[in-house]
């Protein structure tokens, strides 16, 4: 996470989504009186979908994306500092920053547009020697599972 402080969204999209993710972000904050407070503490729902660094472990591995979607809203919050590096300002108007004292954050959960273990499930492999059975004191079968017909047959 620490890595992740300070850090600007469009840090971790590749290069030819920036200007579509920063037309949205710009659209949604610039449509009518967006920025002012009663605005902020009402629902102003963003949905978008883009393609978005996965981390690895080792940093010499080459970029890997993975299409996301973003669902949140901008609030306004205090105590957030100001990010001089790395800050989105331009997106916001100077002007409207004097409607209020606090920040103006976009506030999102974002999930993996195609869940990572449908992808993980398809590469498993069941093994072909395996089942499992319950049996009794006596060593009767009493249950098989589905695995097990075509493993006794052979």
């Known amino acids: 996470p620490s890595?992740?402080?300070?850090q600007n969204l469009l840090n971790f999209l590749p290069m030819g989504e920036h200007s579509d993710v920063y037309k949205v972000l710009s659209s949604h904050i610039m449509e009518g009186e967006t920025l002012t407070p009663e605005y902020l503490k009402t629902k102003n729902q963003l949905?978008?979908?883009c393609h978005m660094l996965r981390g690895t472990i080792d940093p010499k591995e080459?970029?890997?994306y993975e299409y996301v979607k973003f669902i949140g809203n901008f609030?306004?919050?205090?105590?957030v500092p100001n990010c001089t590096r790395n800050s989105f300002?331009?997106?916001?108007?100077?002007?409207?920053h004097s409607a209020f004292e606090d920040r103006v954050c976009l506030i999102a959960t974002v999930r993996l547009a195609k869940p990572q273990f449908i992808k993980?499930?398809?590469?498993?492999?069941?093994?072909n020697e395996e089942f499992t059975s319950r049996h009794s004191l006596e060593w009767k079968f009493l249950f098989l599972d589905h695995r097990a017909p075509p493993i006794i047959i052979t």
């Open 75 to 79: 609030k306004s919050l205090n105590n």
């Open 120 to 127: 993980e499930m398809c590469a498993v492999e069941e093994p």
């Open 3 to 6: 890595d992740l402080v300070d």
């Open 62 to 64: 080459p970029p890997v």
């Open 89 to 96: 300002e331009g997106v916001i108007q100077r002007s409207l």
């Open 47 to 49: 949905e978008f979908c």
